[in-house]
């Protein structure tokens, strides 16, 4: 347990920030997995829009320090390979 002042304060504070992340993290994943169930689908304007709703959701999450960019740009990769590929 926190036993100083300041302590106490920054237990408060990575509280705030743990829900506030986890929610976030949350809505990050349900766009990512709307993207894979449109390509698993097979509906490829369904998929293409998907992608582009999820692609500033992802850029959002490493401006807020969620994830790393290196992860989002491999999320985005991936993502959009799998959208290519329903040729």
Not at 17 to 27: C, L
Not at 31 to 50: L, P, T
Not at 73 to 85: D, G
Request: avoid cysteine; glycine fraction near 4%; charged fraction near 30%.
């Amino acid at each position: 347990m926190a036993n100083t002042a300041q302590a106490r304060k920054r237990a408060r504070q990575a509280e705030k920030s743990r829900i506030r992340n986890t929610g976030q993290r949350s809505n990050l994943r349900t766009f990512i997995k709307k993207v894979i169930a449109a390509v698993n689908s097979g509906d490829k304007e369904k998929a293409q829009a998907a992608y582009q709703t999820a692609v500033p959701i992802i850029d959002s999450a490493v401006t807020k320090g969620l994830i790393h960019k290196n992860n989002a740009a491999r999320n985005k990769s991936r993502l959009n390979n799998r959208v290519r590929a329903m040729a």
